[in-house]
């Protein structure tokens, strides 16, 4: 079993830093939005904290095993649904939640052949 050295101070993940911050500040909106009256601005802005969030996923560096695939297949989907959530805040193209349904089913599908073909699924080696 590998310790980490007692003596090597730990490195901080910018990439976590970065999301917690983004999730402080939408529940500080969100704080705002529900205790004053009249305060729409986050309702339909919300989807840009999930593009954000994705974006940062996807820049992020390798994991601990120095992959890079998951981190970026789920950054994807981030952004995948904050922009479902900007179509149908905005209704663009006509769209609207209960029409625009399918769009995240088919987005979850290619993620699925994603992961087929980059190898998601590492298989598990005995040591």
């Known amino acids: 079993m590998d310790t980490p050295d007692s003596s090597t101070p730990r490195r901080a993940d910018t990439g976590q830093i970065v999301v917690g911050l983004i999730i402080l500040t939408l529940g500080g909106m969100l704080l705002l939005d529900r205790l004053s009256p009249g ?5 339909s802005w919300w989807p840009f904290v999930l ?8 820049v992020e560096g390798p994991d601990r095993r120095g992959r890079h695939g998951g981190k970026r297949r789920s950054g994807v989907w981030l952004i995948t649904v904050g ?9 663009l193209f006509g769209l609207t939640y209960g029409t625009s349904w399918p769009l995240l089913v088919m987005a979850s599908g290619a993620l699925m052949v994603w992961r087929s073909l980059d190898g998601g699924h590492p298989t598990r080696q005995e040591p």
Do not use: D, H, P, Q
């Open 83 to 91: 922009s479902w959530g900007l179509v149908n805040e905005w209704r």
């Open 51 to 58: 593009i954000v969030m994705g974006a940062a996923r996807v």
């Open 39 to 43: 305060t729409y601005a986050l309702r």
